[in-house]
Structure formats: structure tokens, C-alpha cells
T-cell receptor
């Protein structure tokens, strides 16, 4: 069955420190992978996506993610976190571009000063 | 700016009283989705339209219905809301070959 696992429910990072949010997926074929961010009471904003090609993808707001097929992972990274990055982060997998998404349960990021 | 719009942003209804949530888009995308997101949970797909073709998820309750009268608009109808239907309802759109763009959501409260 298709699934997405985000092992970390809540992460706290100091402002200016680096960040890595983990995502593991289970999928029978080549997945389409996404990271979304959600601020409280808001909709989801796409940070980045992987469809094919270069396994290191760059997104908005200084985020990047690396697709590792051997580890079934698509971890999100940012070299220096800003207080405004505090939000809920969701990893998602789809069968193809334009198909329904399966989301992980999310990771809440808190940023301390 | 092209976008996905949801109205209202907040909706309060009474137990058992039908309610309709609205989604419109200016992106001219042919696929539209409705997700339900309960507090502190991941969004869960209820159904989606590929053009006029309706695709219902197997575990979506019959209480939830949808209409798409044209490319731009899609509605979510909850025929008899229960307390367990209180959630954020997210609309999303995509082209057949692209990623999903989400609206800001409608938070539904059931009294």
C-alpha cells in the first residue's frame, strides 16, 4: 500500500541553525514527491517537488530536498532557519503529476530565538 | 493573480443542517480536489474531478457530495453534518501534468 511516513512529529530548531525534516515513502512505482508547508489556519503552499531528473531539488524560501531511491526517502533541508519558517510541514506522494496525493502526518517546526 | 479561492473561510452550521462549501479557480486547471483535514492530522482526499469525471474515494462517506458545474467552480455538499465532520476543508486544483495548488481552506464548525 502507498504510504508516507514523517517520523518526527515535532522539531524545535534555533534560529539560524540548519534543518532537516525526514520523509520516507512506500510506493510501488516511481513516485512523484512533494513538500508542502502550512501555517496555522491556512492552506497548503508547495515548497518543492520531484518528478524526475536531478535528485536534488531546489524550492522556494531556501528549501531543498534530496530524493534517495535506495532509502525511499525525500528529506527536506534548509541551511539556516528563520523564525518565519515555524509551521507544519507535510510530505506527500502521488502516482503522477495531477493525481491525488497521499500525505504524511506532518512535522511541526518550532523556531527558538 | 491566478489562484484558488474558497468561500466562506469560516462556516458554522448546526448538527444535521445541510451546508455547501465553495471553491473557484482562475488557473483553468482541469482537475479539482476536495480534502478534509481534521485537527492536527494530514489532509485526506475525499474526491476529485478530472474535467467532468467524478472520482470518489472508497472511504468517503455518502454524506459528502460534490458538484462541478463548470471548469472554474466546484462545490462540496455535506447533507447532514455531524460533530465528526468539523474540520478544515481544502480545495486544490492541478493540470493533468502538474502539481496541486491549494486554496486557503474553509474551517467548518458543527454545533
Amino acid at each position: 500500500a502507498q504510504s508516507v511516513t514523517q517520523p518526527d512529529i515535532h522539531i524545535t530548531v534555533s534560529e539560524g541553525a540548519s534543518l532537516e525534516l525526514r520523509c520516507n515513502y512506500s510506493y510501488g512505482a516511481t513516485p512523484y514527491l512533494f513538500w508542502y508547508v502550512q501555517s496555522p489556519g491556512q492552506g497548503l503552499q508547495l515548497l518543492l517537488k520531484y518528478f524526475s531528473g536531478d535528485t536534488l531539488v531546489q524550492g522556494i524560501k531556501g528549501f531543498e530536498a534530496e530524493f534517495k531511491r535506495s532509502q525511499s526517502s525525500f528529506n527536506l533541508r534548509k541551511p539556516s532557519v528563520h523564525w518565519s519558517d515555524a509551521a507544519e510541514y507535510f510530505c506527500a506522494v502521488g502516482a503522477g503529476a495531477g493525481t491525488a496525493l497521499i500525505f504524511g502526518k506532518g512535522t511541526t517546526l518550532s523556531v527558538s530565538s | 493573480d491566478a489562484m484558488v479561492i474558497q468561500n466562506p473561510r469560516y462556516q458554522v452550521t448546526q448538527f444535521g443542517k445541510p451546508v455547501t462549501l465553495s471553491c473557484s479557480q482562475t488557473l483553468n486547471h482541469n482537475v479539482m480536489y476536495w480534502y478534509q483535514q481534521k485537527s492536527s492530522q494530514a489532509p485526506k482526499l475525499l474526491f476529485h474531478y478530472y474535467d467532468k469525471d467524478f472520482n470518489n474515494e472508497a472511504d468517503t462517506p455518502d454524506n459528502f457530495q460534490s458538484r462541478r458545474p463548470n471548469t472554474s467552480f466546484c462545490f462540496l455538499d455535506i447533507r447532514s453534518p455531524g460533530l465528526g465532520d468539523a474540520a478544515m476543508y481544502l480545495c486544490a486544483t492541478s493540470r493533468a501534468g502538474g502539481e496541486q495548488f491549494f486554496g486557503p481552506g474553509t474551517r467548518l464548525t458543527v454545533l
